[in-house]
C-alpha cells in the first residue's frame, strides 16, 4: 500500500465558497496522513498542473488525489504516469453545485469523499500492462463486399490482412447481381459492377493473403494473440493475428417457410434471388414454360417485417425489387411490373432512383396486403390483395410472382431461427454450435446474438462491437444494409480492429474503458472452481482448465469487474479496483450517531449512465439529498455483495443500486452487467433477515443518461423512505 499519496484541492469552480477548504485540507493531512497537501484556484491550469508534476518527479507522492471537478471532466489535463495510482474527487458536480453552500451537510459530505478517495488512492498498486508478442495482422472472413472492402482498407493503412473465403471465388452476391444500384449523380441509372477489377485489387495487393474454398476450423487465443486453423481441401495451416474482421453476410429467408405466399405451389413463383437469375440470361422467361413473360408482380416483405418470420426490415429488398423492375422494362418496355408493398424504402438519393422507376408508364405500384397467391390455368398465377388505398379486393394475374423474400445474417443459427430465438428471450449466447470462427471459447464457438440473430454489442453505443473482444462484425451479418452501405460499414469495423491491435499492442483496453492498464488478478490458490466468474464474464474473457479452475485472457476483457462481483471467495481484484478497496471506502464514511437523526444513505453508481446523470444534474444546479454518499462502480455487475452487508452493518441506514437499462433494448455497456447484478440482489433478502433489516433498505433503480432530471426525486423518495424507517439499529457497533 502507497505511503506518499498527494492531496491536491481546487478551490476554484465554486468549490471555495460553498465549502471550509481549510477543514478539507485537515482533514486530508491529520486524518488521512496526505504525504502532500495543495490547495490551488485553478488546479487544472498550467501553475496548478505544474505543481503536480513537480511533486510526482521529485518523488514527493507516488500516488495522487486531485479533489475538484468530476472525473469525467479535464481528463487530458490531469492525465500524469498513467500507470501511477490516481483517483478524482468530485467536490465540483457532486457537492458545491448540488448542494448548499456554507452548510454543515455540504461540508460533511465533502469531507466524506475526501476520505473515501484518499483511502482508495493509498490502496491502489501501480499498473503493470500485461506484456507479451502481438500480432498485427488482420483476419477478415468472407469475401463479399464488406470482406473485400475491409481487407482493401487495412491492406492499404499497411497492416497484413489474410481474407478467406469459402466459396471458390470472391465477390458474394455480386457475383450473381447483373448491375448494381445507382451511386452518383443524378442517381437515376444502373452501375456496371466492376467486379473483376475489386477482385484483381486484392489479388496483387502485396499485403493481403488470399484464401479461397477455405474456412476456419479453430480459432483459439485472444486479441494481439489469435491462432486461426483454416482448412482447405482437407488440408490444414494456421495463421496468427491481431484481430478479426467478421463480414460474412447474409442468406435469403427460407421460402419454404412462405406457403401462404404461394412458394412451391408453381415454378413461376420465385424468390428475388431466383429471379436475378431470369434476368441475367438475358431474356424474359417464365419459368414454367420459357415463354416470354410479359406481367411480373413482385410481394415485398415477404418474411421481412413479420411476428412469424422476421420481425426486421431487410432494408435491401425495395430497392432490389426497383432495381430488377428497371432490368424488366430494359428487356421488355412493354411488359407490366406490379409491386404491391408495405412501405417503400428508398433512402438518401435512391429516392430519385425510385421516382424514376415508378414513373414508368408499365410500373405499377399498390399498397396493400396479400390474402393468397393461387396458380391459374395457362401458367398464370392470381394474387388477391386486400386493405390497399383503393379500399377494396382485387386480384391481379401476372405471368411470374416474385418474392422480396428477407435476409437473415449469416451467423451461428442463421435463417429464421433468429426470429424463433428472439420470440423466446434467447440472447447474448450462441444459439446453436456454428461453422464460422469455432471459437475455442469456454462460452461458445461462435459470436453471441444479440437481437434477431445479429452478432452485437449495443450498436447505439459501440458500432460495430461484438461481445468478444477483437471480434468485429461488418456488412449485413452485422445488420440489414445494402451494398453501399456495406462498404461504409466495413471501413468502420477496419478502423476499429486497428484500433484494437494498436491498444493491444501497448497493454490498454480497446473499450469502453478505452486506454485503461488494469486487468483482473486471481489469487487461485482459494478458488473453489465454482465458475461463476466463466459463466458471469459478458466477453467470454475466463476459460476453464481441465479441472475447472479459471484460465484469464487479460487482452479478451475489458475492465468490467463482473468477475469480481460475482466471485464468492473475492479472489479476483484489480490493482485499482478491488473488493477490499471499496470495502475501505464504506469504512472511510462518517456514520452519525442516531440521536443526530442524520442518515446516510449509500448510492452504488454505475460510471457509464448513472454517474453522468448525476454530474448533470450538478451542472444544472439543481439539489438534492446531502445524505447520499456516491461510490462509481465500472459496472454495477461489479458490485460484490459483501459490500452491502459490510454498510449495512457498519450503520448505513440505505443502499441505492443505479445501473444501466437491461433487457431487450438494454444500454448497459457491458452488455448484462445491471441485470447481473438485479439477480444478484436476491441473495441480500438472506442477508437482511440475518441482520434483523428491513428489505425497504435496499432498492435497485434502472438510469439511462438522459434521465438525469429524476435523479432528484428518485434519491428524495428513497431517504424520505428510510426516515420513515427510522435508524439502522446497527449504529454505533
Known amino acids: 500500500m502507497s505511503k506518499s499519496v498527494g492531496v491536491y484541492i481546487c478551490s476554484g469552480c465554486s468549490i471555495g465558497d460553498s465549502l471550509d477548504v481549510g477543514r478539507l485540507t485537515n482533514v486530508a493531512q491529520k486524518e488521512c496522513k496526505a504525504a502532500v497537501c495543495r490547495v490551488h484556484p485553478f488546479l487544472c491550469g498550467d501553475e496548478g498542473l505544474a505543481e503536480i508534476r513537480q511533486d510526482v518527479a521529485g518523488k514527493a507522492v507516488d500516488s495522487v488525489v486531485i479533489a475538484a471537478c468530476s472525473p469525467r471532466m479535464k481528463t487530458a489535463a490531469f492525465a500524469f504516469d498513467p500507470c501511477m495510482p490516481l483517483d478524482r474527487v468530485n467536490l465540483r458536480e457532486h457537492v458545491a453545485w448540488s448542494h448548499s453552500p456554507k452548510d454543515e451537510d455540504s461540508q460533511q459530505l465533502a469531507e466524506d469523499y475526501l476520505r473515501m478517495g484518499v483511502v482508495k488512492a493509498g490502496k491502489m498498486e501501480p499498473l503493470e500492462p500485461p506484456v507479451g508478442e502481438v500480432s498485427r495482422a488482420i483476419l477478415v472472413v468472407g469475401g463479399g463486399t464488406a470482406g473485400m472492402t475491409a481487407a482493401r482498407g487495412a491492406a492499404d493503412a499497411g497492416y497484413d490482412v489474410v481474407l478467406v473465403e469459402k466459396e471458390s471465388h ?29 477482385i484483381q485489387t486484392l489479388t496483387d ?20 494473440a489469435f491462432t486461426v486453423t483454416l482448412t482447405r481441401n482437407d488440408q490444414s495451416f494456421e495463421h496468427r493475428v491481431g484481430a478479426i474482421v467478421m463480414a460474412t453476410g447474409w442468406t435469403p429467408y427460407d421460402p419454404a417457410r412462405l406457403g401462404h405466399l404461394g412458394y412451391g405451389k408453381s415454378p413461376n413463383i420465385v424468390t428475388n434471388e431466383q429471379f436475378e437469375a431470369v434476368l441475367a440470361s438475358g431474356s424474359l422467361a ?3 414454360d420459357g415463354k416470354p413473360a410479359e406481367s411480373v408482380l413482385f410481394i415485398q416483405c415477404a418474411g421481412s417485417r413479420d411476428k412469424n418470420h422476421l420481425p426486421y426490415c431487410s432494408a435491401v429488398c425495395c430497392m432490389d425489387t426497383l432495381r430488377q423492375a428497371d432490368l424488366i422494362h430494359q428487356t421488355n418496355p412493354e411488359a407490366k411490373v406490379y409491386i404491391i408493398y408495405k412501405d417503400v424504402i428508398a433512402p438518401g438519393q435512391y429516392e430519385r432512383y425510385y421516382a424514376k422507376v415508378q414513373n414508368h408508364p408499365a410500373t405499377f405500384l399498390m399498397k396493400g396486403e396479400v390474402s393468397a397467391v393461387n396458380p391459374q390455368n395457362g401458367d398464370k398465377v392470381a394474387v388477391e390483395i386486400q386493405n390497399n388505398l383503393l379500399g377494396e379486393s382485387i386480384s391481379i394475374r401476372a405471368d411470374v410472382v416474385v418474392l422480396a423474400t428477407g435476409y437473415a445474417p449469416r451467423a451461428a443459427g442463421a435463417n429464421g431461427k433468429q426470429a424463433q430465438a428472439s420470440e423466446q428471450g434467447a440472447s447474448f449466447s450462441s444459439l446453436e454450435p456454428g461453422s464460422i470462427l469455432n471459437l475455442t471459447y469456454r462460452q461458445g464457438p461462435e459470436l453471441p446474438v444479440a437481437q434477431d440473430g445479429f452478432p452485437g454489442s449495443n450498436f447505439i453505443c459501440f458500432p460495430y462491437e461484438t461481445l468478444r473482444t477483437g471480434i468485429y462484425a461488418a456488412g449485413a451479418v452485422h445488420a440489414p444494409m445494402d451494398a453501399a452501405a456495406a462498404e461504409e460499414d466495413a471501413c468502420g469495423a477496419t478502423m476499429k480492429a486497428i484500433q484494437c491491435v494498436e491498444m493491444v499492442s501497448r497493454g490498454q483496453a480497446v473499450h469502453p474503458r478505452a486506454g485503461d492498464l488494469s486487468y483482473p488478478s486471481f489469487f487461485l490458490q482459494r478458488c473453489t472452481q465454482c465458475k461463476r466468474c466463466t459463466v458471469e464474464c459478458p466477453f467470454g474473457a475466463i476459460d476453464e482448465d481441465e ?26 481484484s484489480f490493482k485499482n479496483y478491488s473488493v477490499d478497496m471499496i470495502a475501505s471506502m464504506i469504512k472511510a464514511i462518517e456514520v452519525p450517531g442516531e440521536e443526530e437523526e442524520k442518515p446516510r444513505i449509500l448510492v452504488f453508481m454505475c460510471e457509464n449512465d448513472a454517474y453522468p446523470a448525476l454530474d448533470i444534474i450538478g451542472i444544472h444546479h439543481r439539489q438534492y439529498d446531502a445524505s447520499v454518499r456516491v461510490i462509481p462502480l465500472r459496472c454495477l455487475g461489479s458490485l460484490n455483495i459483501v459490500w452491502i452487508a459490510d454498510a449495512l452493518s457498519r450503520g448505513i441506514d440505505g443502499v441505492m443500486l443505479m445501473g444501466c437499462k437491461y433487457g431487450d433494448d438494454y444500454q448497459c455497456h457491458f452488455a448484462k452487467g445491471s441485470e447481473i447484478a438485479s439477480r444478484r440482489l436476491e441473495n441480500v433478502k438472506e442477508t437482511l433477515q440475518r441482520l434483523q433489516l428491513e428489505p425497504e433498505r435496499i432498492q435497485a433503480f434502472q438510469v439511462s443518461m438522459d434521465e438525469y432530471a429524476r435523479l432528484p426525486e428518485m434519491i428524495g423518495t428513497f431517504v424520505n423512505r428510510i426516515r420513515e424507517l427510522g435508524p439502522n439499529p446497527y449504529k454505533g457497533f
Open 205 to 224: 495487393h502485396p499485403r493481403v493473403t488470399l484464401h479461397t474454398a477455405t474456412q476456419v476450423a479453430r480459432t483459439e487465443g485472444q486479441p494481439g
Open 547 to 572: 479441472k475447472g479452475t479459471p484460465k484469464f485472457n487479460a487482452n479478451r476483457c475489458r475492465r468490467c469487474g463482473v468477475c469480481m462481483g460475482a466471485c464468492p471467495e473475492r479472489i479476483i
Open 170 to 198: 470472391l465477390g458474394g452476391r455480386l457475383a450473381n447481381v447483373r448491375t448494381g444500384l445507382p451511386n452518383h449523380a443524378p442517381y437515376t441509372e444502373l452501375q456496371e459492377i466492376d467486379l473483376a477489377g475489386k
Open 286 to 288: 417464365r419459368p414454367s
